[in-house]
């Protein structure tokens, strides 16, 4: 056995400080070098190369079949030319012919240094990916490197990654050398480029930054049970405290709004509304329409979580937001349907309730006006409600004697 050649110590070392197996390196090499020949001669030959483990040292054979009459001198050797390499063989067989392995070193050396080159490039990007695949999900800092048809190719320090234009807030405008914040969204060693693909729209983007800024969210003494966003525009936040001496939503703006504001600037001047949560939903759903101030909660239907909410005349475009905004992350939030109106809105709504009830009324066949008058001035609108009335109820009605009782009662259930 032969001492180890260079080549093989080096793979060693490259084995023991890049933690690339030098096996994998040998059978790259073997690959390399056939192809390397093939090229070198340009012509169709059948060649084989191997790099032996223990050594290092080359050797590679041209592989010929052996027949009676040869037709391709490039593939095929006659059984007469067979007998200087010794060896029984016979038609059919295969033979393999040394290569002059010193007239093949310049091309071995030469592949060898060049798959090894990219063998150790692959193999460091790969265990960078794999470090950052621990990091889905997690916020990176870097500096815009350069852009490309819109996207962001942001230099991480040991890597570059990816920052799409689909994933930029539509406001944001970062130029090159500048510093930005982001989540990982993927790691894919299939992508084009570096594989690491970035996000500044992503909810995560929140979160991150308030578990940096805020040690109770870390700890877990408070709790962010749900995020909901338009980039750029709104995000709502729904705090818990776990612990009731500490207020969620005070432990997230901080001192003079010192924790909150580090992530507004952050995500450039984006509102960030903080809503307390509650499992009682009129609470929750009234807090959800921060900042507007509610006057009340009605559930309309808890089986499909319908709500409607009154604010005041003045909070009416607050609660609803520029293009419904407010509204549709509240109900996004609190997973409430939210039907918003305001103080006058709900007026005229009863008001034209009440005529409407008033002209059904009036059509009542066999009752005379002054009978009609005095069920509405009583507020007995309801002609179902008055179908079902006992006659000695409507008795009680000043004006009201048996028969128009009767009669009343007969008129509504005719009208139904």
């Not at 023991?16 to 059978?27: A, G, P, R, V, Y």
């Not at 903080?274 to 509610?294: G, Q, R």
Request: net charge neutral.
């Amino acid at each position: 056995m032969g001492e180890k050649t260079e080549l093989l110590m080096a793979l060693e070392q490259i084995e023991k400080d890049k933690k690339i197996k030098k096996e994998d390196i040998l059978t790259v090499i073997e690959n390399a070098l056939v192809s390397a020949y093939k090229k070198h001669v340009g012509k169709n030959v059948n060649v084989e190369a191997t790099v032996n483990p223990e050594t290092g040292e080359m050797a590679a054979n041209v592989v010929k079949i052996v027949v009676k009459d040869i037709e391709n001198p490039l593939l095929e050797i006659s059984l007469q030319d067979t007998e200087k390499f010794g060896g029984n063989v016979e038609i059919g067989s295969e033979v393999r012919i040394p290569l002059d392995t010193q007239d093949f070193s310049r091309i071995a050396a030469q592949t060898a240094k060049q798959v090894i080159v990219q063998k150790i490039r692959e193999s460091e990007k790969d265990f960078l990916l794999d470090e950052l695949k621990e990091k889905i999900g997690q916020i990176v800092s870097g500096v815009v490197y350069r852009t490309l048809n819109k996207n962001l190719i942001v230099d991480l320090g040991k890597t570059e990654a990816i920052l799409p234009s689909s994933e930029q807030v539509f406001k944001e405008k970062f130029s090159v050398g500048q510093h930005i914040k982001a989540i990982v969204l993927k790691v894919d060693k299939n992508i084009k480029g570096s594989g690491v693909v970035l996000s500044r729209t992503s909810i995560k983007l929140v979160r991150k930054l308030f578990e940096l800024e805020v040690p109770e969210i870390y700890e877990k003494i408070v709790e962010i049970v749900n995020v909901v966003r338009e980039p750029g525009i709104r995000t709502k936040v729904a705090v818990i405290s776990h612990n009731p001496k500490v207020d969620p939503v005070g432990a997230c703006v901080g001192i003079k709004g010192a924790r909150v504001k580090p992530i507004i600037d952050e995500l450039r001047g984006e509102r960030i509304d903080l809503v307390p949560f509650s499992n009682d939903p009129v609470k929750y759903i009234s807090a959800s329409l921060s900042p507007a101030k509610v006057v009340s909660v009605t559930i309309i239907s808890d089986a499909n979580k319908q709500a409607e909410v009154i604010v005041s005349n003045d909070m009416l475009s607050l609660a609803i937001g520029k293009n419904g905004h407010n509204v549709r992350l509240a109900a996004k939030l609190t997973g409430w349907y939210i039907d918003v109106g305001s103080e006058n809105q709900k007026k005229q709504e009863s008001q034209t309730k009440a005529e409407s009830k008033i002209q059904t009324i009036e059509k009542l066949e066999g009752l005379s006006e002054k009978v009609i008058e005095i069920l509405v001035n009583a507020g007995f609108t309801d002609i179902e409600k008055l179908s079902s009335f006992a006659v000695k109820d409507l008795m009680t009605l000043p004006g009201i004697g048996q028969k128009t009782a009767e009669k009343i009662v007969e008129a509504a259930k005719r009208a139904l």
